[in-house]
């Protein structure tokens, strides 16, 4: 299970009117049938986007992200005429591992609400662009394109999304998004690291010495 995020170069909006947003999401659709993809939550957010992926196989991942959005840069190129004139996404995307179990719903919590807390809508289930928009109010063939969850969905799921994020549960996956870290228990996210080769995320960020004043006298 992995979040994944990008954004629009120097926080470039990416979407500006609904039909942006709708194009995008036919493309998501359209990728998903040639690079097989469980999606699972995603919040579309005016520059930038969030979803939460469960990959079967090695590599899915990284070629259901890379098709999306090599074919999302093409066509907003096309649309504007911008076609060669510089990127539109900040770099490759950012993602780390999560744990399937409470870690899974916090994530996908944190994804669902996104629209709610930067305060662009009145209840996280009225944003058109997100997965809980699709599972509240959705019709048959727009909740398809949603994946069944590794946990039971909790009944009151809405009403879950809707109440305030514990700020240290917030600030904790903002963190591992910074670093690429794994969000889990502990001995999880141990164990993950290593098998992915992710130690370094684990390590402390590196600060600069501190200088004293007298080394500063003397330059």
């Not at 944003?127 to 039971?152: C, F, M, T, Y």
Request: contains cysteine.
């Amino acid at each position: 299970m992995f979040h994944v995020l990008n954004r629009g170069v120097g926080r470039m909006r990416l979407f500006e009117k609904d039909g942006d947003y709708e194009a995008f999401e036919r493309i998501v659709e359209e990728t998903r049938e040639s690079r097989p993809m469980r999606i699972c939550a995603y919040c579309l957010m005016p520059n930038h986007w969030h979803f939460v992926l469960w990959p079967e196989q090695d590599g899915e991942l990284a070629a259901f992200l890379q098709r999306l959005t090599i074919t999302h840069v093409r066509r907003w190129q096309e649309h504007r005429g911008q076609v060669g004139l510089g990127h539109v996404y900040q770099g490759r995307y950012k993602s780390f591992p999560v744990e399937t179990d409470e870690y899974f719903y916090q994530v996908a919590r944190y994804v669902e609400r996104n629209a709610l807390r930067a305060d662009l809508v009145a209840s996280a289930e009225a944003w058109r662009w997100s997965s809980l928009w699709r599972r509240v109010h959705g019709s048959a063939e727009q909740r398809a394109l949603l994946s069944r969850w590794p946990v039971p969905q909790p009944r009151n799921w809405k009403s879950l999304v809707n109440q305030p994020q514990h700020e240290g549960e917030v600030e904790a996956i903002r963190r591992c998004l910074r670093r690429g870290q794994p969000y889990g228990s502990q001995v999880w996210v141990a164990s993950t690291a290593s098998q992915l080769g992710l130690e370094s995320t684990l390590r402390a960020p590196h600060r600069p010495r501190k200088v004293l004043q007298s080394e500063t006298a003397e330059t």
